[in-house]
Each structure stands twice: as C-alpha cells, then as structure tokens.
Nanobody
Framework: HVQLVESGGGVVQSGDSLRIPCVSS????????MSWYSETPGKERELVAG???????NYADSAKGRFTISRDNAWNTLYLQMNNLDPEDTGIYYC?????????????WGQGTQVTVSS
C-alpha cells in the first residue's frame, strides 16, 4: 500500500521560511520522479518543483531562487524548503511520485498540507 504523507504546513508571515516534508511508504523516493504541486481556490494544481531519479531538479518561475526540493533516501522523505514566503505562495501543497512501468506511468499523490502566508 502506497502512502505519501505531507506535513509541516501552517500559517506564517510574509518573508518567513518553512520546510515541508513528504514521508513515503510503499515506494522509494529514490526510484521515482518526485515533485511538489500547489493548489489554490479557482486555479488548477500547479507544479512547484520536481526532482528526477537522477537528481535533476526543476522549478516553477515563481519558486526559482526561493524554494529548494530535496530528498533523503535513508528516511524515504521528500522535502520542500521555502524561503522568503509571499502571500502568493498560499495554497495546499501536494507531494507526487511518478514512475514509468511498461506502457503506463504510475502516479501517487499525498493528501496535501495547507500553507498560508499572511502579509
């Protein structure tokens, strides 16, 4: 049974930092492409940051220079370090895993964690 469990969200002030983890069970973060998405009311879920199995990373333009995605293979955990937070960063942050298997892509999502940035 696969579970991705995000935590660490909360209410922070503009300019603050926050690190949110995503603990994986049932799959290994080291052999899956992992990513963080955010969702706000009225908008589609958007990619914030991703890391491939080879360690290549990519970020949304809004996250570049402020956010860092990383993983700890020993703890099977994905992280998103968010610095200099802005009210525009408010949303539910979801962890996602993705792996190719034969002719299909197997994807799992966490339940999300709410991040609220007040001005």
């Amino acid at each position: 049974h696969v579970q991705l469990v995000e935590s660490g969200g909360g209410v922070v002030q503009s300019g603050d930092s926050l690190r949110i983890p995503c603990v994986s069970s049932g799959i290994s973060v080291s052999v899956n492409d992992m990513s963080w998405y955010s969702e706000t009311p009225g908008k589609e879920r958007e990619l914030v940051a991703g890391i491939t199995t080879e360690g290549s990373v990519n970020y949304a333009d809004s996250a570049k220079g402020r956010f860092t995605i990383s993983r700890d293979n020993a703890w099977n955990t994905l992280y998103l370090q968010m610095n200099n937070l802005d009210p525009e960063d408010t949303g539910i942050y979801y962890c996602r895993s993705s792996r190719s298997s034969w002719s299909e892509i197997i994807t799992h999502w966490g339940q999300g964690t709410q991040v609220t940035v007040s001005s």
